[in-house]
């Protein structure tokens, strides 16, 4: 058994160190990342507004 079961660091991996602006600006997405998920968003929902008025 261990001698010292208590002491869990380094237990879990590291924490990513992020820059200032990343920090402030909402983690690690980047604006492109973000802007191309609403691309996505809007094809979808384009496409489920075609179908809806097709029926």
Known sequence: MAKNRNNLLGVG?????LSRA???DGGTA???D???ADEQRQELLRKMRERAAQD
Not at 13 to 17: C, E, I, L, V, Y
């Open 22 to 24: 990343q920090r402030q």
């Open 13 to 17: 991996g590291q924490r990513k160190k």
């Open 34 to 36: 973000r802007r191309a």
């Open 30 to 32: 980047s604006a492109a």
